[in-house]
């Protein structure tokens, strides 16, 4: 059990991971603090946090497990504002959705201390953000990914392993460039794409018109269209150079469609429609199967 989680970002995530502790008996208690004084106090409000701290450093004072919440382009930052505090003993974990960027940020930030850093990454979230969809159950089930370095400490790694793996996660390992690849693809590309189909459509004379007749395959399509502008931004931006490539494979396979469909080709649009089914029906028995 730890005494005392620091949490910085009393979001979604992180309020998350709070409340997880909290249910599984991990933790005596929260210190919480986030850039906006009202989130901090709903999260006390909720029972997510204990503590109210004006600042992150003063989050971190006394902590023996601390989370990073905060938007990926923040990371350097914080850190930097709460390395005086850090020991060695001390476990300090993020939830970011990028790796690379956020583990240069963590050696800029912490120095000397970034040993006590675990750049972690849960394949988990809602597309409802703020302290008030917090969710003890967030993360059951769920992949979390850990992308250590030369320098992370080796205690660290293993306390961070065995804290998700509590919550209820699946935890795997993988080196940050092959994190920002996999995710580029699996991840930031679909919420690239339901962010631009959504305004392509808006942005047409009867883009409300064509809205108001959407129905479910809309809807499961671009529910990830109302995810977090800022959290979005960051991220799309962070992990560019590995989205760009993505973008083109993409593009690759809708001007193949374009062409059949220009050309008539019946026979040949059917194979690649019949190809996608077969590796999303084959996707769904994986999960399904991981899941048991």
């Known amino acids: 059990m730890f005494e005392q989680l620091g949490l910085i970002g009393c979001g979604l995530m992180g309020g998350s991971f709070a409340l997880a502790l909290k249910r599984a008996g991990l933790v005596k208690r929260v210190v919480g603090y986030s850039k906006s004084p009202s989130t901090t106090e709903r999260a006390r409000q909720m029972g997510v946090i204990d503590v109210e701290a004006p600042s992150a450093l003063l989050a971190v004072s006394g902590a023996d497990i601390v989370l990073i919440a905060v938007p990926v382009a923040a990371t350097e930052a914080t850190l930097k504002s709460i390395k005086h505090m850090v020991t060695p003993q001390m476990l300090i974990m993020d939830v970011g959705s990028t790796k690379s960027d956020v583990i240069e ?16 990454h849960p394949i988990a979230g809602k597309e409802l953000a703020g302290i008030d969809h917090a969710d003890s159950e967030l993360y059951q089930g769920r992949k979390l990914i850990i992308t250590a370095t030369n320098s992370t400490l080796k205690r660290q790694l293993q306390q961070a392993a065995e804290v998700w793996t509590a ?13 920002d690849a996999a995710f580029a693809a699996v991840s930031h590309l679909p919420h690239m794409l339901a962010f631009a189909l959504t305004n392509a459509i808006a942005a047409q004379a009867q883009g409300q018109d064509f809205l108001s007749l959407a129905g479910t395959g809309f809807r499961d399509f671009s529910r990830i269209a109302a995810s977090d502008p800022k959290v979005w931004r960051d991220i799309l931006l962070a992990n560019r150079d590995e989205l760009l490539i993505q973008s083109q494979h993409f593009q690759a396979q809708l001007h193949a ?7 008539g080709d019946a026979t040949a649009l059917e194979q690649l429609i019949a190809q996608a089914s077969q590796v999303r029906s084959n996707w769904q028995l994986n999960q399904n199967n991981t899941s048991c």
């Open 105 to 120: 940020a963590a050696q800029r930030g912490l120095r000397e201390q970034v040993g006590s850093f675990v750049p972690c």
């Open 167 to 179: 919550l209820g996660c699946r935890v795997r390992h993988m080196t940050p460039q092959a994190h």
């Open 257 to 263: 469609f374009e062409a059949l469909m220009r050309c």
